[in-house]
């Protein structure tokens, strides 16, 4: 999974640079507007600059239309025939501040005159017990602590700047309270990825506040994207935690189910592929994406030639997969027995003549040892399976390890407190946009 953790650091190491690019741009931004205001009127007039932010503001947002006092009289001669030419618009993007109420459910009771019996409307339902926070709110605080990062003090800080004091530890038990509620989702959305017949498999490392120390969770990922091949169900992933990597907690996550699975070559998935296993054993497919990234790799930092030629055949066989995506599965397989499996034959060939002239040492012969040693498994793409896995998979797994959470609650109670049990529930994901939490079906 060295490859999950190279991405992991080229992504900080881009955000890192998007960040010093933005403090130069606002330095520059800065100075610009003192030399604007410094500057005579005049050579504002001719002063051009190039355009900033975006070109064109979205269309689908509501408007608000401002008119400004028309002039009474020509402001050269002081005429009072004024006729209209036209308009002139200026356009601004704006935002209304977060707006906080309170919203009072009243139900009337009534007196029975025959019997002297009370009746009254039943109470509304809340998506939390013994809450008082409405769905709206409990839907922005998981957006803002999974999706955006923001951990439940800083959230905790913000709303008493607005105006609500709402304490972290109040925020802890709301959050996992919907933990709750949100399970029957979270069981349904497993029960649908682990209903395919194929899915795609692998992990990724999560920090994880620990005391007085940072140490190194894992995030699992289960894919079901039935695109590829045509189907019409829709792809989705559930997400698990574990405080460590073993292979015990795919064997758990994965009980009772058996298929095909798409995955690295991570030891502790062994015990899923043995013919003894129960209900049954799980066939193993390799994910050509791993096993190109060792020669990009190699030919990128060391100009390797065997290593770029093994990327571009490699590549050849993508390319006949991007034409192939999303047809049928006859089709597909016919297709791939025409053009991709001669491509599969030569490369073989030619990792094996390559091989032989290299050292056991040599780090392409690594990289073609490990296609090599499991060469029956990267074959076994068939008209039901894509190459490599998902790209959603990548995607979603690159989010979920920005974020850290506290491994025990008791080490920092007033900052994360109850965040441990919601660690084990990153299956989750928050849509703020409609004030609903759903599933992470994409």
Not at 37 to 46: D, F, L, M, T
């Amino acid at each position: 999974m060295a490859g999950w953790s190279g991405n992991l650091a080229r992504t900080k190491a881009s955000q890192a640079c998007g960040l010093a690019i933005e403090d130069l741009e606002e330095t520059q931004a800065e100075e610009e507007t003192k030399a604007e205001i410094a500057a005579p009127a005049a050579v504002k007039e001719k002063r051009t600059r190039a355009p900033r932010g975006p070109r064109k503001l979205p269309d689908n947002l509501p408007v608000e239309r401002v008119a400004e006092p028309a002039p009474c009289a020509c402001g050269k001669c002081g005429g009072l025939r004024l006729r209209k030419l036209g308009e002139v618009v200026s356009k601004t993007l704006e935002c209304d501040p977060r707006r906080w109420k309170i919203v009072e459910h009243v139900r009337e009771k009534f007196a029975c005159r025959d019997c002297e019996a009370i009746t009254e409307p039943p109470a509304p339902s809340h998506p939390i017990p013994r809450g008082f926070a409405g769905p709206s709110l409990l839907a922005m605080i998981l957006v803002a602590k999974f999706l955006d990062h923001q951990p439940l003090n800083r959230q905790s800080a913000a709303y008493a700047r607005e105006g609500v004091e709402i304490d972290p530890s109040t925020l802890a038990d709301r959050v996992g309270a919907c933990v709750v509620a949100l399970e029957p989702i979270i069981a349904r959305l497993r029960d649908h990825v682990l209903a395919a017949e194929r899915v795609h498999a692998d992990d990724t490392t999560v920090p994880v506040l620990a005391k007085k120390k940072t140490k190194l969770g894992r995030i699992w990922v289960y894919v079901r994207d039935d695109g590829p091949f045509g189907g019409k169900d829709p792809p989705a992933a559930f997400f698990e935690y574990s405080a460590s990597r073993h292979g015990a907690y795919p064997r758990q996550h994965l009980a009772g189910w058996a298929g095909v699975m798409q995955a690295d070559a991570f030891a502790g998935f062994n015990e899923l592929y043995d013919g003894a296993r129960k209900p049954g054993p799980i066939a193993e497919a390799a994910c050509w994406a791993h096993g190109r990234r060792k020669f990009f790799d190699l030919a990128k930092l060391s100009k390797a030639p065997i290593a770029h030629e093994a990327v571009r055949r490699i590549d050849e066989l993508f390319a006949i997969e991007r034409l192939i995506n999303g047809k049928a599965a006859r089709e597909r397989r016919a297709l791939r027995q025409e053009r991709s499996k001669p491509l599969i034959v030569s490369l073989e060939a030619f990792l094996r003549e390559k091989l032989a002239l290299l050292s056991a040492n040599n780090d392409t012969a690594k990289a073609i040892n490990y296609t090599l040693s499991r060469w029956a498994e990267f074959t076994r793409f068939n008209s039901l399976l894509p190459l490599d896995l998902p790209v959603l998979q990548e995607r979603h797994l690159r989010e979920r390890a920005m974020n850290v959470h506290a491994d025990d609650p008791h080490e920092s109670p007033s900052l994360f407190s109850g965040a441990s049990g919601l660690a084990r529930q990153l299956r989750i994901r928050a849509r703020g946009a409609t004030g609903q939490v759903v599933g992470a079906a994409m």
